[in-house]
């Protein structure tokens, strides 16, 4: 195996400065929600600008600290990403870029693959991965239900894994060594909490668009959208719900289908991100319904979803930053490749939530927020 090579002082300067810059991370998440709150906008700016500091502090040090290791003559790591999409779509065509970027000025070698959300194909690249003996293993999850196996077989190989954009289940993260992405629950929180406030106790029948079926990410979206309005609005009534399987047709069908079955019930529309979402609004506006007089959410602000919020069809949209995505689950291979973290998830670092921040006609446009695929 072709492990690195450094010394002491700097490989303890990187998992520091990592683990600075993780923590400002999840500082950024919790100041956002914290922001919800008008009671107490003065100290939300204020530490909103702790935390700006605090990041570009955390940066400037994992900076120094690669830095320092390539000048004690590291060698580098081998490592396999395996990808269940890439430049194919264009959430992979902003993940890519960040994600290699990371690896370089770490020393990382990578390995991508794509299985196309295919489970077999993903397994047999993973039987690959493992048998080249690399220092360390990236995996996004095709479908949680059929990873486990992967695993298994990285960790009896004593191979760090680090899972990224969609989580593994949670009887199987004992078998890896650490999270980034999206908190995806919270996503469909965050997106119920808006339709709530919309609907303002009117009673308000809806469907529900969800992801593609054994996906995580899918599974965890829609249950946190459906379990928030039951919490939070039960005047809200989910009439129906249908996988879109992240394909704006193929959400159109679906949206199409429940519309009717549920002819003159339905006023508002969730959908697990944009692309599906666009595809239900098409939907709405084939059927004759008025768009602008549903009660419409998503998750993504996306180049497709982005315009939709700022002409008043998509109420709201939940940001996700496909960027963020692909550089941390380099900075979290590397905390698992240099001991910062440990299999099983037993320190606070080995969860790394991405912001985010909920876009509405009153941000579409700002910068923070700007659409990234």
Same mark, same amino acid.
């Given at each position: 195996?072709?492990?690195? &090579?450094?010394?002491?002082?700097?490989?303890?300067? +990187?998992?520091?400065?990592?683990?600075?810059?993780?923590?400002?991370?999840?500082?950024?998440?919790?100041? +956002?929600?914290?922001?919800?709150?008008?009671?107490?906008?003065?100290?939300?700016?204020?530490?909103?600008?702790?935390?700006?500091?605090?990041?570009?502090?955390?940066?400037? @040090?994992?900076?120094?600290?690669?830095?320092?290791?390539?000048?004690?003559?590291?060698?580098?790591?081998?490592?396999?990403?395996?990808? /269940?999409?890439?430049?194919?779509?264009?959430?992979?065509?902003?993940?890519?870029?960040?994600?290699? @970027?990371?690896?370089?000025?770490?020393?990382?070698? !990578?390995?991508?693959?794509?299985?196309?959300?295919?489970?077999?194909?993903?397994? =047999?690249?993973?039987?690959?991965?493992?048998?080249?003996?690399?220092?360390?293993?990236?995996? $996004?999850?095709?479908?949680?239900?059929?990873?486990?196996?992967?695993?298994?077989?990285?960790?009896?190989?004593?191979? /760090?894994? $680090?899972?990224?954009?969609?989580?593994?289940?949670?009887?199987?993260?004992?078998?890896?060594?650490?999270?980034?992405?999206?908190? =995806?629950?919270?996503?469909?929180?965050?997106?119920?909490?808006?339709?709530?406030?919309?609907?303002?106790?009117?009673?308000?029948?809806?469907?529900?668009?969800?992801?593609?079926?054994?996906?995580?990410?899918?599974?965890? &979206?829609?249950?946190?959208?459906?379990?928030?309005?039951?919490?939070?609005? /039960?005047?809200?009534?989910?009439?129906?719900?249908?996988?879109?399987?992240?394909?704006?047709?193929?959400?159109?069908? +679906?949206?199409?289908?429940?519309?009717?079955?549920?002819?003159?019930?339905?006023?508002?529309?969730?959908?697990?991100? *944009?692309?599906?979402? +666009?595809?239900?609004?098409?939907? @709405?506006?084939?059927?004759? !319904?008025?768009?602008?007089?549903?009660?419409?959410?998503?998750?993504?602000?996306?180049?497709?979803?982005?315009?939709?919020?700022?002409?008043?069809?998509?109420?709201?949209?939940?940001?996700?930053? =496909?960027?963020?995505?692909?550089?941390?689950?380099?900075?979290?291979?590397?905390?698992?490749?240099?001991? *910062?973290?440990?299999?099983? &998830?037993?320190?606070?670092? =080995?969860?790394?939530?991405?912001?985010?921040?909920?876009?509405?006609? *009153?941000?579409?446009?700002? /910068?923070?927020?700007?659409?990234? $695929?």
């Amino acid at each position: 195996m072709r492990r690195s &090579r450094v010394t002491f002082a700097a490989s303890v300067l +990187a998992a520091a400065a990592l683990t600075l810059a993780a923590c400002g991370g999840s500082d950024d998440s919790s100041s +956002a929600d914290s922001g919800s709150d008008d009671t107490a906008s003065e100290e939300v700016v204020e530490d909103d600008a702790a935390d700006d500091a605090a990041d570009e502090a955390a940066d400037e @040090a994992a900076d120094d600290a690669a830095d320092e290791a390539a000048d004690a003559g590291s060698e580098t790591y081998e490592v396999y990403a395996l990808l /269940p999409q890439g430049n194919d779509q264009p959430y992979g065509t902003t993940y890519l870029p960040p994600m290699e @970027a990371k690896a370089a000025e770490l020393g990382i070698n !990578l390995t991508i693959t794509n299985s196309e959300y295919d489970a077999d194909k993903q397994a =047999s690249e993973c039987e690959v991965a493992v048998a080249a003996q690399p220092d360390g293993i990236i995996l $996004w999850p095709a479908v949680a239900d059929s990873i486990r196996p992967c695993l298994q077989a990285a960790n009896d190989a004593g191979i /760090p894994v $680090w899972i990224t954009n969609a989580d593994v289940n949670p009887e199987d993260t004992d078998l890896t060594y650490g999270y980034s992405g999206t908190d =995806s629950y919270g996503q469909g929180a965050a997106s119920a909490e808006m339709f709530c406030e919309f609907a303002d106790g009117k009673e308000i029948g809806a469907i529900q668009v969800n992801g593609l079926t054994g996906n995580s990410v899918a599974t965890l &979206r829609g249950n946190g959208f459906s379990e928030t309005v039951a919490e939070l609005c /039960p005047n809200v009534t989910i009439l129906a719900e249908q996988p879109g399987n992240w394909n704006k047709d193929e959400s159109q069908l +679906a949206a199409s289908e429940m519309l009717t079955a549920n002819q003159g019930k339905v006023q508002g529309i969730y959908a697990a991100d *944009d692309t599906m979402v +666009a595809g239900a609004i098409d939907a @709405a506006k084939a059927q004759g !319904l008025d768009v602008d007089g549903l009660i419409i959410t998503s998750i993504g602000n996306t180049f497709l979803g982005n315009p939709l919020v700022a002409s008043g069809e998509l109420d709201g949209t939940v940001f996700q930053s =496909s960027s963020w995505d692909g550089e941390n689950a380099v900075v979290g291979i590397y905390r698992a490749m240099t001991g *910062d973290t440990q299999l099983g &998830r037993d320190d606070d670092g =080995s969860v790394l939530y991405m912001p985010n921040p909920v876009v509405t006609i *009153d941000n579409w446009d700002s /910068p923070d927020v700007a659409p990234e $695929w």
